[in-house]
């Protein structure tokens, strides 16, 4: 390879370097100093969408020139030694050595900690047996849940939602609820909410797009959202408060649906069912589902078990919401949805930087794994989607991009909400 590819990648840092001081200096915002304690305002440079993008744009350029000038057998030793530093990280915070974590406060901090903690035990346990699982010419090609690397190793006989039932592991499902408050930190604040955005963000000749989410305040009063497989009800804490005029039902197993939030409670506008999302949905009229990192947690021949539910309990108007990380190739994608779906395609990053973006854009990949380890599944691209909503009677319409920042480094598990109608389609 000649030189030309770090001039390419080192122009591209630098303007982007430029754009992120403009952008600062508009906003009066700086970028975290390495040598200060970590504080909440330390990233409110992000807020911008451009200093995000040019955030990301520096990011993936050093990554990927750390990438073309490392020595190999450097970064492969990187790669097979990261679990000394999940060790050291997990004695840390359970040993409460990281106060850090709590500066902002117990509800900003505690879903972060138990979610890292749930990564350092659980998930990391099971990731350890992977081997074995690839190994096993009886597993290797499983998408049984019950196959899985923590099925089997860890959960001795019970995938994770089962090994949650058991009284022994209540600590641990207590964790896993909390935890996915901590899921919150790697997204936009009220994701949900973020309606009414479509902003257009010109960096570096390169045009991003943000779309919203939904039009809620468009929504007929009385209209019904079910959150499907809704946990203890976070996600809809904050449009049950603005948008008083919904009624929200939040369903989960018998277990999970033991520790509903309070708030939630006390704010009257939302319920709580034991709802099995493989059992018939009780018939009534809905004007939204919504599934939130429901679809990634099961394999296909399961995900269409569930939408059949929700699609034979479904209504013509009915919508349904889904919020998942959308694969991208780290390869150029030309796939022409236009006219079929609304903001299919996502941003690609600049050349010569990987597609996908490479290195700063870890998240979704790595819960691909996850997903793996724990049920045999996988996260998503947009094409595996299509197929999957078409086998149950959806039609995939529009996808949606997080605003403002859907890039940015740890919060690239990038959750693309997708916008489903009933249509003729039905079988
Ligand atoms: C990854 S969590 C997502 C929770 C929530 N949607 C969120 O984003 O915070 C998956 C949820 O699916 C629930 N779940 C698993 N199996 C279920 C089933 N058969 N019926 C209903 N919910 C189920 C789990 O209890 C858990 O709360």
Known sequence: MTLSKLHDLLNLLTNAVTQLEEACTKNGTSIPDLDKPFNTSSEDFRKDPTAALAANIIGAAALHICAIINPPQISLFDIASGTQKSAAFRICLESNVAEILQEAGPQNTSGLAALLSFQLDEASKALAHMWEVFSDPTTVKSNEPSQSAFTKFVGRGKTLWEYYDDPEQDFRRHRF???????????PENIILSSEFAINVLINDYLFRYDPVYDWKAVPAGSALVDVGGGVGTTQLCLAKEFPQLKIIIQDRSHVWREKDPDALESGRVSFEAQDFFEPQPQRDVSFFFLKQILHDWPDEYCIKILTQLRKAASPNTKLL???????????DNSDFTGVINGAMPD???????????????????????MLAFFNSRERTLRDAISLFEKSGWRLTERCLEAPDP?????????????????QTYM
């Open 348 to 370: 690609e990053a600049p050349f010569p930087l990987l597609a996908n973006w490479g290195a700063v854009n870890p998240m979704g990949y790595r819960a691909d794994m996850i």
């Open 177 to 187: 609820n909390i935890g996915m408050h901590g899921v919150q930190r790697f997204q």
């Open 322 to 332: 889904s919020m998942d990380t959308v694969i991208q190739h780290a390869c150029h």
């Open 407 to 423: 890039l940015r480094g740890v919060q690239c598990q990038v959750k693309a909400h997708w916008r489903y109608n009933c249509g």
